[in-house]
């Protein structure tokens, strides 16, 4: 189902009938019901997921059937599961509250006392904890790290906004950092790369696809890329980037846009090499565009027009003071995230000189 529109017939596990112009991507490239379910699941390696299992009596549940608990149903896109013999609506089944927040975000012993209730956190995907709390009506996605790590993904939201990329929101919140659900309660259904790649992220492989299935997608694709290069986001996988699709035709409308930063810049420490000349995100960047010439020259229109614009040593200084504002208690090395950037910058740019 998407909403109360029914989009597939399952029978015996097997898609039978489908509207494949409304499928999710990830079945429509697979027809696997069960890993469709399984890539939605929360992630069992998580310690406070276990505690949530074990909570909610689904201690010995695999992840599909962990999904299916609460109808494989998530925030951020209105695809569900409806059994043949109840008579349910998407009202029934989207989530409307959550008591189990605290448990999934930081173990809260309280969490023991409750009730087992649908909760989103089952479908709430990821390696790290974190938690869905609705605030004044909307969707915040909460997250547990490191000083090092919130710094990484704050200055970069700040650094792709003053670029003028499409950025997910990031703020912080007492000790957690938090970033807003973007499909805005899932007015648009957003799919992860997975659905159309399934674990593979080569850089040259993942641009061809989007170009066919939508030659607008390419230029925002470039963009994550290039912010990654630049800030060395070292975890850019199919599950941590994808689209939105509009939900009554499937169509797709354009990126999401631009999330999960924390493990980049100076998250696991600072890099020996300020100067970037042996970096190897630079390296993968490099063979992309050597391999890739149609991205190699869009790239260099991109640069050329503005649309991606030159980094100023001003413009770090000013995102820095902006992020640091938030994280008072960090010790974080200003010269060295200057350099590094401004470094990886020129980098970027000679490769695409020199085509």
Not at 241 to 255: A, N, Y
């Amino acid at each position: 189902m998407s909403e109360d529109r029914r989009i597939a017939t399952i029978e015996n596990g097997e898609i039978v009938a489908a509207d494949d112009a409304l499928l999710p991507l990830y079945l429509k490239r697979t027809r696997n019901i069960e890993g469709w379910l399984a890539s939605r699941a929360i992630d069992t390696h998580r310690a406070n997921s276990r505690l949530l299992k074990k909570v909610l009596r689904l201690r010995t549940a695999d992840d599909a059937e962990t999904a299916l608990s609460v109808n494989g149903a998530t925030i951020t896109d209105t695809y569900w599961i409806c059994p043949a013999d109840q008579s349910l609506n998407y009202a029934d089944i989207c989530f409307k509250e959550n008591y189990f927040d605290g448990l999934a975000l930081c173990g809260d012993p309280d969490s023991f006392s409750l009730k087992p209730s649908r909760t989103p956190e089952l479908t709430n995907i990821g390696s790290y904890e974190k938690c869905w709390r609705q605030k004044d009506g909307v969707w915040w996605l909460y997250k547990a790290g490191t000083i090092q790590e919130y710094f990484s993904e704050l200055f970069i939201y700040r650094l792709g906004i003053a670029m003028d990329f499409s950025m997910a929101y990031y703020e912080m919140d007492g000790d957690y950092i938090r970033t807003k659900d973007f499909t805005e309660g899932a007015k648009v259904n957003f799919e992860t790369a997975d659905g159309f790649m399934g674990d593979d992220d080569d850089y040259s492989r993942c641009y061809d696809q989007l170009c066919e299935m939508g030659s607008d997608l390419r230029a925002d694709y470039l963009k994550i890329l290039w912010l990654d290069t630049l800030c060395f986001n070292m975890d850019r996988h199919t599950k941590n980037f994808g689209l939105l699709r509009e939900q009554v035709t499937g169509k797709i409308l354009k990126m999401a846009p631009n999330y999960d930063n924390n493990i980049a810049l100076i998250s696991r420490g600072y890099s020996k090499d300020v100067t970037r000349s042996t970096d190897g995100l630079i390296r993968f960047f490099r063979e992309f565009v050597d391999e890739n010439p149609g991205a190699r020259k869009l790239l260099g229109e991109m640069v050329q027009n503005g649309e991606i614009p030159i980094v100023t040593e001003e413009m770090i200084l000013r995102v820095f003071a902006e992020t640091d504002a938030q994280l008072l208690e960090a010790v974080i090395n200003e010269t060295y995230v200057r350099e590094f950037i401004m470094n990886g910058q020129a980098q970027l740019l000679d490769m695409l000189r020199n085509s």
